[in-house]
């Protein structure tokens, strides 16, 4: 076995993806408290997940880790308006348009019989202001479509 000299970038570089694995949850949590004005953030913490879950204006924001490693994401999301609904090609066509158009990193999308604003992200990679970009996005777009849409669509 022959080892290799590491440079001082190489180490740096390891040591940096060490303390961004290690503190990926603390940035989540970070995010959370500056979104959560009323305090309501939960989490349910495995070995092998964290899922938090907080409101935000009128809408609950769920952010999932499925685990640390690169190979593993980020995903947050959430419900907007319960399925079924009142002319619904009118509210595929809509919900279709806004992915296009305004959602930015963000997309509707359909999960439990219900529309919901999601992202998913890969955690390689991944720095701490996209972690509040994608949560703030989520938030953001929910809390302002949720009573448009179920005022429009809703049963």
């Not at 399925?83 to 348009?97: F, S």
């Not at 359909?110 to 992200?121: E, G, L, P, S, Y």
Request: net charge negative.
């Amino acid at each position: 076995m022959v080892l290799q000299p590491i440079s001082n970038d190489e180490l740096a570089d390891q040591v940096v993806d060490e303390e961004t694995a290690n503190n990926l949850v603390g940035v989540i949590e970070t995010v959370i408290d500056s979104l959560d004005s009323d305090n309501t953030a939960m989490v349910n913490r495995s070995e092998t997940r964290h899922l938090w879950k907080f409101k935000y204006g009128t809408v609950e924001v769920f952010v999932q880790l499925t685990g640390l490693t690169e190979e593993d994401t980020l995903t947050v999301w959430s419900m907007v308006l319960k399925l079924p609904a009142k002319d619904e090609p009118t509210l595929m066509r809509q919900l279709l348009e806004r992915n296009w158009a305004n959602t930015l990193e963000a997309r509707f999308g359909i999960f439990d019989d219900q529309v919901v604003v999601v992202t998913a992200r890969a955690l390689a990679d991944l720095s701490p202001g996209e972690i509040s970009r994608a949560i703030t996005i989520v938030a953001t777009i929910a809390d302002e479509s949720d009573e448009p849409l179920q005022q429009e669509f809703g049963t």
